[in-house]
């Protein structure tokens, strides 16, 4: 098991990458004009993109389907990173809940204040300019959060689940889904690992048993966790060409940081088809 490492990155500069590139992912990225700036999922079920791309989302939404049965009464979710809010909306179309979205973005707040009132649930979600481990009081209590690839941009994963055990009611549930190291001997794996986590402002890239000795030193019990690595798309045609041209790409006058995603993404690839690195969703509960 191995520790969590030193930040490299702190909120100011998490902030700053996805101010600089939320623009591009979202009228570039495949799931943009879904608010869905994670990846598609091809799981179970999926027979067509735009399922992949609310793949996590559907099975966050059968969890707080479960949930409300038990509760009887309309759920309120915590999203840890909403991005634009793409996320929280598309869970309010489908669910009587309630869903209250964090970003450190301006950009993205605002953004998602403009997808919210367009999908017709600012009743039931609304997104707050903020950083989830340090959440305003009135976030809470929740009966479920999750965070769908943000928690790898954390730099005190310690004080993540801090925060979800406050904000969190008594046997609330807790979902991540995101990157996880997993275990070589790869000599190449460092320095791929090394690309992805300076391309995309990583700072807690942690394995599995170090995921969960963390959330267990605050009272999370560990319920599931499901590796959804098999069904990513990897070596995509746009993704060997991207390949080919980042070294020139890198040879242009550009301002630092425009193409520090792009270099990340195609390292997190690297690091994924080779199996250094899995995409995985864990699922936890908050002690009751």
């Known amino acids: 098991?191995?520790?969590?490492?030193?930040?490299?990155?702190?909120?100011?500069?998490?902030?700053?990458?996805?101010?600089?590139?939320?623009?591009?992912?979202?009228?570039?990225?495949?799931?943009?004009?879904?608010?869905?700036?994670?990846?598609?999922?091809?799981?179970?079920?999926?027979?067509?993109?735009?399922?992949?791309?609310?793949?996590?989302?559907?099975?966050?939404?059968?969890?707080?389907?479960?949930?409300?049965?038990?509760?009887?009464?309309?759920?309120?979710?915590?999203?840890?990173?909403?991005?634009?809010?793409g996320s929280a909306c598309y869970l309010a179309a489908r669910l009587p809940v309630r869903v209250t979205g964090i970003t450190l973005s301006p950009v993205q707040a605002r953004l998602a204040q403009t997808r919210i009132r367009e999908a017709g649930v600012s009743d039931r979600v609304v997104c707050v300019e903020g950083d989830y481990n340090h959440l305003p009081p009135e976030v809470g209590p929740a009966d479920l959060a999750y965070a769908i690839e943000s928690f790898v941009h954390g730099p005190a994963p310690d004080r993540f689940f801090a925060q979800c055990r406050r904000v969190l009611r008594p046997g609330g549930v807790l979902v991540i889904c995101d990157d996880f190291r997993r275990p070589t001997m790869d000599a190449r794996a460092d320095q791929a690992i090394e690309r992805f986590c300076r391309g995309w402002h990583v700072n807690a890239l942690l394995d599995r048993d170090a995921l969960q000795a963390l959330a267990a030193t605050h009272g999370f019990?560990?319920?599931?966790?499901?590796?959804?690595?098999?069904?990513?798309?990897?070596?995509?045609?746009?993704?060997?060409?991207?390949?080919?041209?980042?070294?020139?790409?890198?040879?242009?006058?550009?301002?630092a940081g425009r193409l520090d995603y792009l270099s990340g993404g195609s390292a997190l690839q690297e690091c994924l088809a080779h199996g250094w690195v899995g995409y995985e969703m864990a699922m936890f509960r908050a002690p009751g």
Do not use: K
Request: proline residues 8%.
């Open 1 to 85: 098991m191995s520790a969590p490492p030193e930040p490299r990155f702190d909120p100011v500069q998490v902030r700053d990458y996805y101010d600089r590139h939320t623009a591009a992912f979202v009228s570039h990225g495949q799931g943009g004009n879904a608010g869905a700036i994670h990846r598609a999922v091809w799981g179970p079920g999926v027979s067509h993109r735009a399922q992949a791309f609310h793949h996590v989302e559907d099975r966050i939404a059968e969890l707080a389907g479960r949930m409300a049965v038990v509760a009887d009464r309309p759920l309120h979710l915590v999203d840890l990173g909403c991005g634009v809010a």
């Open 221 to 255: 019990a560990h319920d599931l966790t499901v590796d959804l690595s098999p069904y990513l798309e990897l070596r995509r045609a746009r993704d060997r060409v991207l390949n080919a041209l980042l070294p020139l790409l890198n040879l242009l006058p550009l301002d």
